[in-house]
């Protein structure tokens, strides 16, 4: 079952608000990703998280904060967000460290939570 | 030059009609390709991998040309569900994997 879920499915903040994104999967996968996805636009990457550690910070602003408590989560610490960071965050997940002779490794998407910043 | 080029769209198709989509890449060191659909306000849902031999899922037939750097997605015999979003994505494997997204190419397939 290729299933990632996401909580919650919608979420405003105000600015000074810490709100959290939480993400989970059961595919035993190693590999946990955060994007943030503007209407009408691809999806950017954010943070990557491979065995429970961060191995990708795409520069994104403190105001985020990744954690990956185990495998088999993952959460966003958001705290004084601005109306612009307004977006949908998706995260994914894939298995990580494939077999050797097999290149791709797919990665599956959650339904995603809508944030808007008031 | 974006890393991965698709044409937007939106390409308008009726119903039975074969259509096919085509992106460029632009970094030789890729390592995976793939397509993924994306619906209105849906998160992105994988449609098929690009082997370089070239693969094919029911209507949907894939190709890879690596020296031309080019990925193609033909859908035959369209159908109204098939009216969507369709992602060019290639993954630049460095230490760990980093998917590199096209801006998408829009489908409406009509009755």
């Known amino acids: 079952d290729t299933e990632v879920t996401q909580t919650p499915k919608h979420l405003v903040m105000g600015m000074t608000n810490k709100k959290s994104l939480k993400c989970e999967q059961h595919?035993?996968?190693?590999?946990m990703y955060w994007y943030k996805q503007k209407a009408k636009k691809p999806p950017e990457l954010m943070f990557v998280?491979?065995?429970?550690?961060?191995?990708i910070n795409e520069s994104v602003p403190s105001r985020f904060s990744p954690e990956c408590p185990n495998s088999s989560l993952l959460n966003l610490h958001l705290h004084a967000l601005q109306p612009e960071d307004s977006a949908l965050y998706l995260c994914a997940s894939s298995q990580g460290q494939v077999p050797s002779g097999r290149a791709y490794n797919e990665q599956f998407f959650g339904p995603g939570t809508r944030l808007t910043v008031l | 030059r974006k890393e991965v080029e698709q044409d937007p769209g939106p390409f308008n198709v009726p119903e039975g009609a074969t259509v096919a989509f085509n992106c460029t890449y632009s970094?030789?060191?890729?390592?995976?390709f793939f397509w993924y659909r994306q619906d209105c306000r849906k998160e992105p849902k994988l449609l098929m991998s690009v082997y370089s031999s070239g693969n094919e899922d029911g209507r949907f037939t894939a190709q890879l040309n690596r020296a031309s750097q080019y990925i193609s997605l033909l859908i035959r015999d369209s159908k109204l569900s098939d009216s969507a979003t369709y992602l060019c994505?290639?993954?630049?494997?460095?230490?760990?994997?980093?998917?590199?997204f096209g801006t998408g190419t829009r489908l409406q397939v009509f009755p």
């Open positions: 998280y491979s065995y429970e550690k961060l191995s």
């Open positions: 994505v290639v993954n630049i494997r460095y230490n760990t994997d980093k998917l590199i």
């Open positions: 970094n030789s060191a890729s390592q995976s």
């Open positions: 595919m035993g996968h190693r590999a």
